[in-house]
C-alpha cells in the first residue's frame, strides 16, 4: 500500500487506515471475536495507522486495539480525549489531559501513545494558549509522541494548523464534504501538518449500498443522530439529508470504474485529494475491511470522474452543508 507521511509525526502510514468506532459504539452490536477479526484483517492487509478515541464504547474501542497493538509492529496509532466531559472549555486543562490520557494509556495499554487528538472540543478551545501549552507537556512527559486535533469545521481546522506543534487535523472530508479542499488542504500541506480524513463513505451513503428502504437499528447513531440529538449532526451522513445523499449517489454510480465498488471509488477519490495523509473508513467485518484497502489499488480518478463529483455537490448537495462546517 502506498505510504505518506502523517504531517509532523514524521511518521509514514499506509494511505488508508481503519477508524475503530464502530468497533465500540453507536454503529450497532460488534462482538469482541467479530471486532478483533476487523482489525487483524485490517493490518494484515497492509494498514498500518488506526484512528481511536476514548469514548468509543467508553474505552472499548481503545483496550481492542490495545489487544491487536501487542500481535503486530509497525502500526501507528492515535486516540482521541475530551469527550467523556462535558464540553466547557474549563475543562480542558492539563490535570485533566493527564487523567484521560491515563485511562487511555492504560486502556491501550502502553506507556507512550503516538497521536492524541483534541475530539471536536468547544471552538474557543482552539485559540485557547494554554490549552496547547499543556499539550506541549504531555510530549515533554512522554506520555503522547505528537497530538493534533479533530475538528467539525473548516474555520477551527484553519486556527489549529496555525499552531506551531499541531501535527495533524482530523477533518470530514468525502464526495459530499468539499469545503476543505478550498482552504484547509493546502494550508495543511503548507504547514506540514497531516489530514486525516474522516467519515469518508457518508456513514455508509457512499458505500451505495443503502436505499429508500434501508432502516437502521436503534442502537445505531444513523437512527437516534439524524438531527444532531447526540453530537453534531455533520457526524451522521455528513449532514446531508439521506434521501438527497442516495439522489447524490446515483449520479455517482456510472463513474465507478468497471470491477470497482461505489465505496472504492468515494475512498479513491478523497486518496486523490493533494495534502491527505490517510483515510480512515471503518468497518464491521473482514470483507468490509479488503474492500476498503483495494481502493488504494484503483488507478487515479480522470478529470471526468473528478468533475462529475464536483458538479454532484454543486447541485444537490452544497446549500445543505457547505454554509455550515
Given at each position: 500500500?502506498?505510504?505518506r507521511?502523517?504531517?509532523?509525526?514524521?511518521?509514514?502510514?499506509?494511505?488508508?487506515?481503519?477508524?475503530?468506532?464502530?468497533?465500540g459504539?453507536?454503529?450497532?452490536?460488534?462482538?469482541?471475536?467479530?471486532?478483533l477479526g476487523?482489525?487483524?484483517?485490517?493490518?494484515?492487509?497492509?494498514v498500518?495507522?488506526i484512528?481511536?478515541?476514548?469514548v468509543?464504547?467508553d474505552?472499548?474501542?481503545?483496550?481492542?486495539v490495545?489487544?491487536?497493538?501487542?500481535?503486530?509492529?509497525?502500526?501507528?496509532?492515535?486516540?482521541?480525549?475530551?469527550?467523556?466531559?462535558e464540553q466547557k472549555?474549563?475543562?480542558?486543562?492539563?490535570?485533566?489531559?493527564?487523567?484521560?490520557?491515563d485511562?487511555?494509556?492504560?486502556?491501550?495499554?502502553?506507556?507512550?501513545i503516538?497521536l492524541?487528538?483534541l475530539?471536536?472540543?468547544?471552538?474557543?478551545v482552539?485559540?485557547?494558549?494554554?490549552?496547547?501549552?499543556?499539550?506541549?507537556?504531555?510530549?515533554?512527559?512522554?506520555?503522547?509522541a505528537?497530538y493534533?486535533?479533530s475538528?467539525?469545521?473548516?474555520?477551527?481546522a484553519l486556527t489549529a494548523i496555525?499552531?506551531?506543534n499541531?501535527?495533524s487535523?482530523?477533518?470530514?472530508?468525502?464526495?459530499?464534504?468539499?469545503?476543505?479542499?478550498?482552504?484547509?488542504?493546502?494550508?495543511?500541506?503548507?504547514?506540514?501538518?497531516?489530514?486525516i480524513?474522516?467519515?469518508?463513505?457518508?456513514?455508509?451513503?457512499?458505500?451505495?449500498?443503502?436505499?429508500?428502504?434501508?432502516?437502521?437499528?436503534a442502537?445505531?447513531?444513523?437512527?437516534?443522530?439524524?438531527?444532531?440529538?447526540?453530537?453534531?449532526v455533520g457526524?451522521t451522513?455528513s449532514?446531508?439529508e439521506?434521501?438527497?445523499?442516495?439522489?447524490?449517489?446515483?449520479?455517482?454510480?456510472?463513474?465507478?470504474?468497471?470491477g470497482?465498488?461505489?465505496?472504492q471509488f468515494?475512498l479513491?477519490?478523497?486518496?486523490?485529494?493533494?495534502?491527505?495523509?490517510?483515510?480512515?473508513p471503518?468497518?464491521?467485518?473482514p470483507?468490509?475491511?479488503?474492500?476498503?484497502?483495494g481502493?488504494?489499488?484503483?488507478?487515479?480518478?480522470?478529470?471526468?470522474q473528478?468533475?462529475?463529483?464536483?458538479?454532484?455537490?454543486?447541485?444537490l448537495i452544497?446549500t445543505q452543508?457547505?454554509?455550515?462546517?
Amino acid at each position: 500500500m502506498e505510504k505518506r507521511t502523517l504531517g509532523r509525526t514524521g511518521r509514514d502510514v499506509g494511505v488508508v487506515g481503519l477508524g475503530a468506532w464502530q468497533l465500540g459504539a453507536d454503529w450497532g452490536e460488534v462482538g469482541e471475536d467479530a471486532a478483533l477479526g476487523v482489525l487483524r484483517a485490517a493490518v494484515d492487509g497492509g494498514v498500518t495507522f488506526i484512528d481511536t478515541a476514548d469514548v468509543y464504547g467508553d474505552g472499548r474501542s481503545e483496550r481492542l486495539v490495545g489487544q491487536v497493538l501487542k500481535e503486530y509492529d509497525g502500526l501507528t496509532v492515535a486516540s482521541k480525549m475530551g469527550r467523556r466531559v462535558e464540553q466547557k472549555p474549563e475543562n480542558y486543562t492539563l490535570d485533566n489531559f493527564r487523567a484521560w490520557n491515563d485511562r487511555s494509556r492504560e486502556n491501550l495499554d502502553v506507556e507512550t501513545i503516538d497521536l492524541v487528538q483534541l475530539h471536536c472540543p468547544p471552538t474557543s478551545v482552539y485559540s485557547t494558549d494554554a490549552v496547547f501549552d499543556a499539550l506541549d507537556e504531555l510530549v515533554a512527559e512522554k506520555r503522547i509522541a505528537a497530538y493534533g486535533v479533530s475538528v467539525e469545521t473548516c474555520a477551527e481546522a484553519l486556527t489549529a494548523i496555525a499552531r506551531p506543534n499541531v501535527a495533524s487535523v482530523q477533518i470530514i472530508l468525502n464526495a459530499f464534504r468539499l469545503k476543505p479542499l478550498d482552504e484547509v488542504l493546502p494550508a495543511a500541506a503548507e504547514a506540514g501538518v497531516g489530514i486525516i480524513a474522516r467519515v469518508p463513505l457518508a456513514s455508509g451513503l457512499l458505500s451505495g449500498k443503502y436505499d429508500e428502504n434501508t432502516t437502521f437499528g436503534a442502537d445505531d447513531h444513523r437512527t437516534y443522530n439524524r438531527q444532531g440529538e447526540a453530537f453534531d449532526v455533520g457526524e451522521t451522513f455528513s449532514g446531508v439529508e439521506f434521501t438527497t445523499g442516495l439522489e447524490a449517489v446515483q449520479r455517482l454510480r456510472p463513474e465507478v470504474p468497471a470491477g470497482a465498488t461505489m465505496a472504492q471509488f468515494a475512498l479513491r477519490w478523497i486518496i486523490d485529494q493533494p495534502g491527505v495523509s490517510v483515510v480512515i473508513p471503518g468497518a464491521r467485518n473482514p470483507d468490509q475491511v479488503a474492500g476498503n484497502i483495494g481502493a488504494a489499488s484503483l488507478a487515479p480518478l480522470s478529470a471526468d470522474q473528478l468533475a462529475t463529483v464536483q458538479a454532484t455537490y454543486d447541485d444537490l448537495i452544497r446549500t445543505q452543508v457547505h454554509g455550515r462546517w
